[in-house]
């Protein structure tokens, strides 16, 4: 008789011949990533249209879709996880996370009730009181583990609008936005685009926000901040995208808090300056705040996707993200789904636990701090070649640089991208094109720097042969 595809899945579980053939293959990729090219050559590219395929009629041989993924899919990945991966803020996988979260695949646990799983509910329990501790946040704080600042952001704004309407005693849940009173925004003109998202998702209207001027370095000046009250949500950050600068929370903080302002710190790779004893002064003053949102898989180098919401008002958080069900079983320990928007979501509490462990409190100040050393490492040597000039106070792990002119700057990163030797990207700063160097893998070393320069100098060489013909 044929065998049913229960009949083949019972097979696959019980000879485990795909766990171990996925595993050499996961192996043999990161036996790799710290050599090979960063991005993926035109090769690897060409190669994805391997993957353009009608849905299969016949079920397929499970060694050949782990197959195709390994031959097709690995070439093609972007090599975030080696140490010359510079683009964006991606951050890199501490190797102990990594298999922490191999081991919480197989148990694919959902985190919404601790009945569903204990031990999730547990590490999300005392992972929330580490990081309180380590960021000197206030005791009552509570976190949500989501699946990225994006939504940390959107958490800690949530969480406000419940709040100041409960205030002015109108019921946001039951009641709704219209005819509802008006909620003030405060916030810089370098706002990441993730707060902006959140506002127009929360229906608060980018039309209401009070944008604040900016300094060179894109923090808030604070002496432009208008008068506050308790029905504002001023939002800074810690940490610029771009200069990785951080807003002067001291200052900022103490005028907000004397109007009962709700304050929301988006702090997705800055706010760990905050847990260094050396990068401490950046975020001084943080803890005045109501809420913040930080990454894990930014910073901290846990796998992705990896957010966390913390807010000083629990009882706004979870009475602005609550539900309810008659099947629902609430637990006199954590249950996950009342910190956070989604009911169903991955134990991704697993790597970050595992990695927290991992490290203790010295080894994420190390870590931390490294990343801030080779960012001034490569500051100090780009300046030191001609042709290139360094933009932006480099305070964390960001560093702008840019050329002679817009469209050598432009040719330059794009001959860095051909390369393939490190990636990184572009952005505007100041009225200029620039290129983005972000360092936050645990794995970039002082060599990886002068790999990177290198490629900075070719890169260069290249662009003024183009330019000059
Ligand atoms: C990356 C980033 C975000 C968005 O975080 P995700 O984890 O990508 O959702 C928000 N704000 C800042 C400052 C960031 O750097």
Known sequence: MKHTIQDNMFLDMKTKDIFHQAQEYALEYIARIHERNVYPTKDALKGLSQFDEELPQNSTNAQDVLQQLHQYGSPATTATSGGRYFGFVTGSTVPVGLAAKTLGTYWDQVTAMNVMSPIGSTLETVVEKWLVQLFGLPQETVAGFVSGTSTANLCGLVAARYRILQKNNWDINIKGLRNAPPIRIVTGKQAHSTVIKAISILGLGQETIEWVDVDSQGRIKSENIPELDRNTIVILQAGNVNSGAFDDFEKICKKAKD???????????????????????????????????????????????????????????????????????????????????????????IELWAIMKYLGKDGIDQMVLTLYQRAKQFEKEIAKIPGFYVENDVVFNQVIVRCESDTITKTVLENIQQLRECWLGGSDWQGHKVMRVSICSWATTENDIAITIESFKKALVMAMKTHRV
Request: proline fraction near 2%; aromatic fraction near 8%.
């Open 259 to 349: 109007a009962d302002a709700w304050i929301h710190i988006d702090g997705a790779f800055g706010l760990w300056a905050g847990a260094v004893q050396q990068l401490k002064h950046l975020t001084k003053g943080m803890e005045h705040a109501t809420s913040w949102a930080v990454d894990g898989h930014k910073t901290l180098n846990t796998p992705y996707d990896c957010g966390i919401v913390l807010c000083a008002d629990k009882e706004a958080l979870t009475a602005a993200l609550h539900m309810s069900g008659s099947y629902i079983i609430e637990s006199t320990e954590r249950d996950g789904m009342f910190y956070t928007p989604e009911m169903s979501r991955r134990a991704r509490i």
